[in-house]
């Protein structure tokens, strides 16, 4: 019985031991200052801002039409005929629905070009982890310590430009 006891935890020591070493080498990456340094990133941005400048602007313009029309439900909404309280009511919830449409459909269109430039990232990340020999790759916010020879962000970000 002692030996086969023995036999067990020799085996689980090797299992154990043989699992360290299959994740012997691990890196960590900084996405986010990744993302921060590549120069598609202010591409993008101008994109994204020549793609809703025109319905920014039309916005703003109107934004001013709806404040005033807030102030003046606020200062004379109660004396008012309910029609017109009725029609300021209407035109400030329609300027709130395209606004908010607006935000949606800008940060959609973030959300998207975002999701292209992290898959770069992460198709760069692959490459340099392969070609370096890691088996793992955490990202940097999630280590508690990272020692100078197992960050590869600089490797990725030149894999990135």
Do not use: H
């Amino acid at each position: 019985m002692k030996k086969w006891l023995c036999a067990a935890g020799l085996g689980l020591a090797m299992v154990a031991s043989a699992g360290v070493q299959a994740a012997d080498k691990v890196a960590v990456v900084d996405v986010m200052s990744i993302l921060q340094k590549m120069p598609e990133r202010e591409a993008v941005a101008k994109k994204l801002e020549s793609e809703f400048k025109s319905r920014a602007t039309a916005l703003q313009s109107e934004e001013k039409a709806a404040q005033d029309k807030v102030k003046k439900l606020q200062t004379s909404g109660g004396s008012m005929k309910a029609a017109d309280r009725t029609k300021l009511e209407n035109d400030i919830k329609a300027f709130q629905q395209k606004a908010a449409a607006f935000t949606q459909d800008s940060r959609r269109r973030e959300a998207e070009e975002m999701n292209k430039l992290v898959a770069k990232v992460q198709d760069a990340v692959k490459t340099v982890a392969e070609k370096d020999g890691y088996s793992v790759v955490v990202k940097a916010d999630a280590a508690f310590y990272v020692s100078s020879d197992s960050d590869i962000t600089e490797k990725v970000l030149a894999q990135v430009k």
